[in-house]
């Protein structure tokens, strides 16, 4: 990433965090970082390519935050330390976090999560058919969740709760135990009627 495109977008998610996502304009940017408003537009383009910007800046910030995602490490482990990452960005980021549920993750920086994902998964055991719709399946669990935290959308979620990770710790377990039931091939008599055995 450009470096003065960088430090632009490193001082509107600032200001984000200060003042929420309602003050951040191009003026108020641009003041931040001492150029015009017309100034911004060769780095950033528009107040729509800048809200772009963020969710590329915030992608960039978790995956640095993963750092190396090491094929020996046990997946289980991979999953719980990103869904952490995920929750933890959400919290250093109320204001902004919600924009990855609310805008495309189209930035060359959005990429890694996905692949991360289907790292897991496949590392996991899942048949391949089932890779695509689990890992989406996690990535709305990790933002949706996240997001409900920071916003307070969380149904029956009490302060105290989301105060700690235990709930969310108990979530990720959760998830632990559903990627191994579609890593273990069941047979069909042992499922509900209707219920095909995963990858069939």
């Known amino acids: 990433m450009d470096d003065k495109r960088r430090q632009i977008l490193d001082q509107a998610l600032a200001l984000v965090d200060e003042r929420g996502l309602a003050a951040m304009s191009m003026r108020a940017v641009a003041e931040r970082v001492g150029l015009t408003s017309m100034a911004l537009y060769p780095y950033v383009g528009g107040k729509d390519a800048l809200l772009d910007g963020l969710v590329d800046l915030l992608h960039l910030e978790l995956g640095?935050?993963?750092g190396e995602d090491p094929a020996d490490l046990d997946w289980r482990r991979r999953l719980c330390a990103l869904g952490r990452a995920v929750r933890s960005l959400a919290r250093a980021h109320p204001s902004a976090f919600p924009l990855l549920l609310n805008r495309s993750a189209a930035g060359p920086s959005a990429a890694w999560l996905a692949a991360a994902l289907q790292g897991i998964l496949a590392d996991a055991g899942v048949p391949s058919s089932e890779v695509p719709r689990q890992a989406r399946l996690i990535c709305a669990f990790l933002l949706g969740y996240t997001t409900g935290?920071?916003?307070?959308?969380?149904?029956g979620a009490a302060s105290e709760m989301l105060e700690g990770a235990t709930e969310f710790d108990a979530d990720l377990?959760?998830?632990?135990?559903?990627?191994?039931n579609s890593a273990t091939p069941r047979k069909s008599a042992d499922l509900p009627e209707g219920v095909r055995p995963a990858g069939g």
């Open 64 to 66: 640095t935050a993963i």
């Open 149 to 155: 935290e920071v916003t307070g959308g969380l149904p």
């Open 173 to 180: 377990e959760d998830l632990v135990r559903l990627i191994e």
